[in-house]
């Protein structure tokens, strides 16, 4: 009887992650912003507008989810998100995006690291000796393939819709889905701990979440590690929309379909497939950990990820080429990323995890800031010199990484 209810929370778990990343504008968020008159200076920009929302919101956030109540704080998310959806439908300016990412950005900040520390009070609370990376994994494999179904389905709206500002609107049924879903989750993962909100106690939460991150060595370290490769892969990610766009006038495969049809097409497909071998790749991480150690293979992935992108610097008007670098770089993030939430748990106290793992987003979120309008920038000049530079900027980690962790072995 447990274990049939172990299975039906696990697999809540799953369609939560699915039906949150039915996000059927994201596979053309960068061509809408385009489209509206913006340059990708500007678009650096908007993301480092986000950026700076959930770099603010991040560790309170945490703070509110770890003492009055998870649940309470993804019900919040989920309306912010909504909001947001609403005014990027509504809006046609740079400053009207700006407003509606500042919503957008307050839905990832009280949402990221939450349902993470979810999970892992449900695996307590019910003694469930999976190992925290299998379970993730497979929960973020449902995530994987919502995204997969989401870059599918898409294609049809993109081509129907009038516009693809319609994507926005559209995206707010599976949310309203999702807010409800939590609802049905139980009472005793909310983890409410104050009735009151008491601002000095909250300041104090604060301050106290930041020393405990950067005062243990260990935990300072995954920290950085974790947040680094995750900015400098939001950085670049959605960088591969204006290559297709670039590339679809020499791959027109249907006579009855424009460039601009086909553009939107070969996007929606290429994500699918990347997606869904993303969700493979998370489903089957905890494996890899046979394979080795995990804290070698999460730092050999700065090199190969960085090889990738250098080489990608030399066939940006390859469409196979592009595919497969952009490919490999989703597997190897949703191979790591379990491994690395894993260590993080273990590492951290059991009443402090929402607080890490907003400490890590936070972080990941002061690089966006920082680096976005600078590549959105370089973007503008050449493609091929955005890969480059962010490709030799992950085998210089590496190699200083390696030569450190050397340094330390042989004190």
């Given amino acids: 009887m447990n274990e049939r209810k172990h299975k039906k929370q696990i697999v809540k778990f799953g369609f939560y992650g699915l039906l949150k990343n039915l996000r059927f504008f994201e596979p053309y968020m960068i061509i809408f912003f385009t489209m509206s008159g913006l340059s990708l200076f500007h678009v650096g920009l908007l993301y480092s507008i986000r950026e700076v929302i959930v770099y603010v919101f991040e560790i309170p956030s945490g703070v509110i989810a770890d003492r009055y109540g998870k649940k309470t704080e993804l019900y919040a998310c989920f309306i912010f998100y909504i909001i947001s959806f609403v005014i990027f439908f509504l809006g046609s300016s740079f400053f009207i995006f700006a407003v509606a990412m500042v919503f957008y950005a307050l839905g990832e900040a009280?949402?990221?690291?939450?349902?993470?520390?979810?999970?892992?009070?449900?695996?307590?609370?019910?003694?469930?000796?999976?190992?925290?990376?299998?379970?993730?994994?497979?929960?973020?494999?449902?995530?994987?393939?919502?995204?997969?179904?989401?870059?599918?389905?898409?294609?049809?709206?993109?081509?129907?819709?009038?516009?693809?500002?319609?994507?926005?609107?559209?995206?707010?049924?599976?949310?309203?889905?999702?807010?409800?879903?939590?609802?049905?989750?139980?009472?005793?993962?909310?983890?409410?701990?104050?009735?009151?909100?008491?601002?000095?106690?909250?300041?104090?939460?604060?301050?106290?979440?930041?020393?405990?991150?950067?005062?243990?060595?260990?935990?300072?370290?995954?920290?950085?590690?974790?947040?680094?490769?995750?900015?400098?892969?939001?950085?670049?990610?959605?960088?591969?929309?204006?290559?297709?766009?670039?590339?679809?006038?020499?791959?027109?495969?249907?006579?009855?379909?424009?460039?601009?049809?086909?553009?939107?097409?070969?996007?929606?497909?290429?994500?699918?497939?990347?997606?869904?071998?993303?969700?493979?790749a998370s489903k089957q991480a905890h494996r890899v950990e046979q394979m080795g150690s995990p804290k070698k293979i999460v730092q050999f992935m700065w090199l190969f990820s960085g090889v990738l992108l250098i080489l990608l610097s030399a066939f940006t008007g390859s469409i196979l080429v592009v595919f497969l670098v952009f490919l490999f770089l989703y597997v190897f993030l949703n191979i790591r990323r379990p491994l690395m939430v894993q260590r993080l748990g273990d590492a951290v106290d059991s009443n402090k995890r929402a607080s890490m793992l907003s400490v890590e987003a936070q972080t990941t979120s002061l690089l966006v800031a920082i680096f976005a309008p600078v590549i959105g920038l370089i973007a503008d000049y050449s493609m091929s010199l955005l890969f480059s530079i962010v490709g030799s900027v992950m085998v210089v980690i590496f190699i200083s990484s390696t030569l450190f962790t050397r340094q330390q072995n042989a004190q």
């Avoid at 973020?140 to 898409?154: D, N």
């Avoid at 049905?184 to 993962?189: I, K, R, V």
């Avoid at 670049?236 to 009855?256: E, H, N, R």
């Fill in 110 to 280: 009280f949402r990221s690291g939450t349902h993470k520390s979810i999970i892992m009070a449900y695996l307590d609370q019910e003694e469930i000796k999976d190992s925290k990376s299998k379970v993730y994994g497979t929960t973020r494999s449902y995530s994987l393939i919502g995204s997969t179904i989401m870059s599918l389905i898409s294609i049809v709206f993109v081509l129907y819709l009038p516009e693809i500002r319609y994507l926005f609107l559209i995206a707010i049924v599976p949310y309203t889905l999702d807010l409800l879903l939590i609802m049905s989750y139980p009472d005793s993962l909310n983890e409410r701990h104050d009735s009151d909100f008491k601002f000095k106690e909250f300041i104090t939460h604060n301050i106290e979440s930041i020393k405990y991150a950067f005062s243990h060595w260990k935990i300072t370290g995954l920290l950085l590690n974790a947040s680094s490769y995750q900015a400098g892969f939001k950085s670049i990610k959605d960088y591969i929309q204006p290559l297709i766009v670039s590339m679809a006038l020499g791959f027109m495969v249907f006579d009855t379909l424009n460039e601009d049809e086909h553009s939107k097409i070969y996007i929606g497909v290429i994500y699918a497939v990347i997606y869904l071998a993303s969700a493979y």
